[in-house]
């Protein structure tokens, strides 16, 4: 395992110019799209597709760097997110029935702002690439996980339970399984409130262990009220229990990386 800096990265949403800058600037990635980080771990949230114009360059170009880390002795881990899921149940289900708003698989994930390029330039490799993503990460002491959400407890009460509940729902293809899971994924803000907000993190964590969640799936903004073109650092709440890097990069933000060492300082 990498002993170098930590960096985490929230949702990318087709962000393929904003995300290679992002690594340029972080010092990850050098001009030829090399990885330049050595030893230090990035950890991507999830959400690599939908809302933006480039979803397959961004996934050829995280998994061409995720290669290069483990080569140099750093890793660039990533994680399942609700984006990730309706693209491959578009793909796999089409106009199967489902409890979505549009009323089926393919309809859900062109309403949630599918790009018909990124189905269309699909390969294997891509399948295979995302149907092995865990839903949730422990890294020094920090829980990782794409949603704000208390869902993860139907699929297990240890990381490990979580992700091979995940992994074997995925490699199913079941389609009610998965319309399941979408549904999950519509939770959010399970930590946000001002009462209960803080004591429910409390109760996540000492199920899954870590100190904060850092999580996705929640856009800044759409919190806080902010112009999206302004956040440009997570946001840190429930008690400093929760950090929330979902910049909202397809709503405007130049998005961020973050170091994840900092956060025991907020």
């Given at each position: ?184 994924f519509n939770q959010r803000r399970y930590f946000w409130d001002p009462e209960t907000g803080a004591d429910n993190a409390r109760t996540f964590l000492g199920i899954y262990g870590g100190k904060q969640l850092i999580h996705g799936h929640s856009p800044i903004s759409r919190l806080t009220g902010q112009r999206p073109d302004l956040v440009q650092t997570p946001l840190v709440y429930a008690e400093g229990l929760c950090i929330n890097i979902d910049g909202g990069m397809y709503l405007g933000s130049p998005g961020f990386i973050y170091p994840l060492g ?5």
């Amino acid at each position: 395992m990498s002993a170098g800096p930590i960096f985490v990265l929230g949702d990318v949403h087709g962000q393929y110019e904003k995300l290679a800058n992002l690594f340029k600037e972080a010092g990850l990635m050098d001009a030829k799209q090399g990885w330049c980080g050595g030893d230090a771990q990035l950890w991507l949230l999830g959400d690599y597709f939908d809302r933006g114009p480039e979803g397959i360059a961004c996934l050829d170009l995280i998994m061409s760097l995720q290669g290069q880390a483990t080569n140099a002795g750093g890793l660039l881990g990533t994680l399942l997110g609700n984006h990730d899921v309706l693209l491959l149940a578009a793909l796999f289900f089409g106009e199967e029935a489902s409890t979505g708003s549009a009323g089926n698989f393919y309809a859900d994930w062109l309403h949630n702002g599918g790009n018909e390029a990124d189905l269309d330039a699909l390969t294997p490799a891509h399948m295979a690439w995302l149907l092995d993503l865990p839903g949730m990460a422990l890294v020094e002491g920090r829980l990782l996980a794409h949603a704000d959400a208390q869902f993860y407890l139907r699929y297990g009460h240890s990381i490990p339970q979580v992700n091979r509940g995940l992994s074997a729902l995925l490699q199913a293809r079941q389609s009610t399984a998965w319309d399941g899971l979408l549904k999950d994924f519509n939770q959010r803000r399970y930590f946000w409130d001002p009462e209960t907000g803080a004591d429910n993190a409390r109760t996540f964590l000492g199920i899954y262990g870590g100190k904060q969640l850092i999580h996705g799936h929640s856009p800044i903004s759409r919190l806080t009220g902010q112009r999206p073109d302004l956040v440009q650092t997570p946001l840190v709440y429930a008690e400093g229990l929760c950090i929330n890097i979902d910049g909202g990069m397809y709503l405007g933000s130049p998005g961020f990386i973050y170091p994840l060492g900092e956060s025991s300082d907020e």
